[in-house]
């Protein structure tokens, strides 16, 4: 069963917790490494998609947009012999692997939940179907391209402006912070779902799929 968004943010706030208590950071506010860390992760995301890349005969994601790829070391196979059948260990005897684009996407999205589970802005992160079909209609303003450069100036924009506005919050009932991330991540979800047409359903599981392998780095020390 696909995970819900709702889900995805407890088990985000359940590792950022087991994050801090294993590295003795109880009392520390994180925002700006956590900001920092998104940012960096947008731009590697961005690197994967290579579609800003106007120098290069390869402005295409290196594997396509296809969420599963065929698994490069085992090709495809599963297994492999060596004198005997050895299952491959890539990818579990299963063939495929999550595409690179569609992991460095879901790293961005661990940090976005990070943050607002920080602030306690689950609301925040649901964004209508209307709203995505709509953008789907119109396109991303930019293209792809574009869209990165205007979720990363929400995201410093929710950084730098700190300061309050009260006919904001009294109007929309968000502060005008929580409105500049939202916008960030509605912005990086459009990316995903329209210009990389990933579904809900597979960023959710890859999205798993990399927490539980976050879980294990903790325990074997990364």
Known sequence: MTLTLEEMYNMQKELDAKIVAEKGLEGQDLLYKRTLALQVELAECANEYRGFK??????????????????????????????????????????KITNPLLEEFVDCVHFFLSIAGQYGWLDAL????????????????????GAFLESMYWLMKFHMERDRDEKIEEKLGRTKREICFRNAWYVFLAIGLVGFNFTFEQIADAYAAKNKVNHERQVNGY
């Open 54 to 95: 106007f120098w290069s005969d390869r402005s295409e994601p290196k594997h396509g947009y296809d969420a599963l790829i065929e698994c490069p070391k085992c090709s495809g196979k599963g297994f492999w012999f060596s004198g005997e059948r050895v299952i491959c260990g890539r990818c579990n005897e299963k063939g």
């Open 126 to 145: 649901y964004i209508s179907e209307d709203a995505i079909e709509e953008t789907r209609d119109e396109g991303l303003d930019g293209e792809v391209t």
